[in-house]
Every structure is written in C-alpha cells, then in structure tokens.
C-alpha cells in the first residue's frame, strides 16, 4: 500500500475512509461468502521509519476470492502499489 507513514494509514483506515473500510472488513468478516472469515491486522515502523501492515487471515475457504477482493478494496482507494 502507498501510505507514507503510520500516521497516513491510520488517517485513512480510522478516519477520512471510516464508512468504506469498516463496511469493507465486517462484510470480510462477518459475510457467509467463501471468501470471509477472520481478518486480523498487526503492524510497525521500521528502523528507517517504513510502515509495514500484515493481515492474517484465517476461518476463510476461498483465499484467493479473499485476496481479490483485499486488492479491489484498496485498488478502488488508490493506495495500492502495482
């Protein structure tokens, strides 16, 4: 994701795309889609100040459907590098 720092992914996850991102996870996570289960996000900063964010994903039977729909998510906000 093309966030410039912790503090840019938390404006855009808790704030500015609060609606989109939280419809976005409880139909990830709480859906009767293939493609839903547990999503659960961890995160730091770096030494060189570099924001990572991984989500682990599990309960899910279709990971590739869930994959897809992570990428669309992100995709449609303009924050994912290609």
Do not use: P, Q, T
Not at 14 to 39: A, I, P, Q, R, T
Not at 40 to 65: A, F, L, P, Q, R
Not at 66 to 72: G, L, N, S, V
């Amino acid at each position: 994701m093309n966030f410039k720092d912790e503090k840019e992914y938390n404006k855009f996850a808790l704030y500015d795309e609060v609606e989109d991102y939280e419809k976005f996870m409880e139909e990830m996570e709480c859906g009767n889609h293939s493609y839903c289960g547990v999503h659960d996000c961890n995160g730091d900063v770096d030494d060189d100040g570099v924001v990572w964010e991984g989500y682990s994903s599990y309960e899910i039977e279709d990971y590739d459907k869930a994959i897809e729909k992570w990428r669309e998510f992100f995709s449609s906000k303009n924050v994912l590098l290609n």
